[in-house]
């Protein structure tokens, strides 16, 4: 486990203390850290600017908003099973990158070994699909990335097959209606509740890095949301979904998504098609899709055996779109 630059270790001592969500005095918290009470009030601020709930009561002292679990590698690790616990190997743990993918990436030009997962609890320049920002505040989120391997481009359709990885993960913690909308967002009641951003990189050996980033919202204040363009939703709004643990919840991710990487050079998509299609929350809906300037309008029916997305369009002929820069709209 390794930690980055961009929270300072003595806020995020502190941000630990408060986890709890009690009240701690700031005497208190001067003695425990060997600050000044200027030094709390400090140290409070810094949390505060990058997002954190701290509130201050005269006689009380300070509080968050809510209880936070942090992110512990340890317990990760201690909850992966059968294929994850033998393929999962480092776990890094940051307080703050700009972009865990971006940082995968570069390990694997480096040469990290196939398994290295990334988490951060903050990111400061988050990716989604189609050069979109993805909203990353300070705690209660999830952004994991994972680093694999592929000895050809054997990896048609991994998004969909990932997102299946996904909702199994969330459905055994409870959230039963949890659902996909091709080619990559994480949904529930139609809301997006996260989403997959898969990279791709050729390598010397002719092998291919892939980092897949998944990230999903836990507990995302609505101060933070205002540039997200569609409706969202996070585990925090969803009956059962406020006590889910963070790490067990990755946990769960890692140990659905290492058997399926270790075998889909060999199975592809398919073993997974007829369940994801089983999530698709918009199938047989009325839609639009955008690539580029142009614009369809139809009915969704399905997906390919590929994973290409099946528009059964208005001015008559079935047409299909690869994920790319492709856009999808319910109407």
């Known amino acids: 486990m390794s930690t980055t630059a961009g929270l300072s270790a003595a806020a995020r001592s502190l941000l630990s203390l408060l986890a709890d969500g009690g009240f ?3 005497e208190a918290i001067a003695a425990s850290s060997g ?6 009030w400090k140290r409070i601020e810094e949390l505060r600017a990058l997002g954190v709930e701290v509130y201050a009561v005269p006689g009380m002292g300070y509080r968050l908003a809510h209880p936070l679990e942090l992110l512990d590698g340890k317990v990760i690790a201690g ?3 059968g294929t994850a616990a033998e393929a999962i190997g480092l776990i890094e743990v940051h307080a703050q990158l700009a972009s865990t993918n971006d940082h995968l990436m570069r390990r694997a030009a480096e040469g990290a070994p196939a398994g290295t997962v990334c988490l951060a609890e903050r990111q400061s320049a988050g990716k989604g699909r189609i050069g979109r920002a993805w909203v990353s505040p300070l705690c209660g989120n999830v952004y994991l990335s994972l680093l694999w391997r592929f000895g050809r481009a054997g990896f048609s359709g991994l998004s969909l097959a990932v997102g299946v990885a996904a909702v199994r993960a969330l459905r055994a913690q409870g959230i039963s209606d ?9 949904l529930w009641s139609r809301r997006k ?3 997959i951003l898969i990279e791709v990189t050729g390598e010397a050996n002719g092998q291919y890095a892939v980092v897949i980033g998944i990230g ?12 997200i363009d569609q409706d969202w939703v996070d585990l925090a709004r969803i009956p059962g979904g406020a006590g889910v643990s963070r790490n067990r919840l990755i946990a769960g991710m890692l140990n659905e998504l290492a058997p399926m990487l270790a075998g889909y050079e060999t199975t592809g998509l398919a073993p997974y098609l007829e369940e994801w299609r089983g999530y698709h929350s918009f199938e047989g809906a009325q839609a639009s899709v955008q690539q580029g300037d142009r614009v369809w309008t139809g009915r969704i029916v399905g997906v390919s055996a590929e994973g290409l997305l099946l528009l059964a369009c208005e001015d008559g002929p079935v047409r299909e779109f690869a994920s790319g820069d492709v856009r999808v709209r319910a109407l």
């Open 24 to 26: 701690h005095s700031g």
């Open 35 to 40: 600050c000044s009470r200027t030094g709390v």
């Open 79 to 81: 909850a992966l099973t």
């Open 178 to 186: 949890a659902a996909l909308k091709w080619p990559n967002d994480v």
């Open 193 to 195: 509740l996260g989403g």
């Open 216 to 227: 999903l919202n836990m507990n995302l204040p609505d101060r933070h949301a205002g540039s």
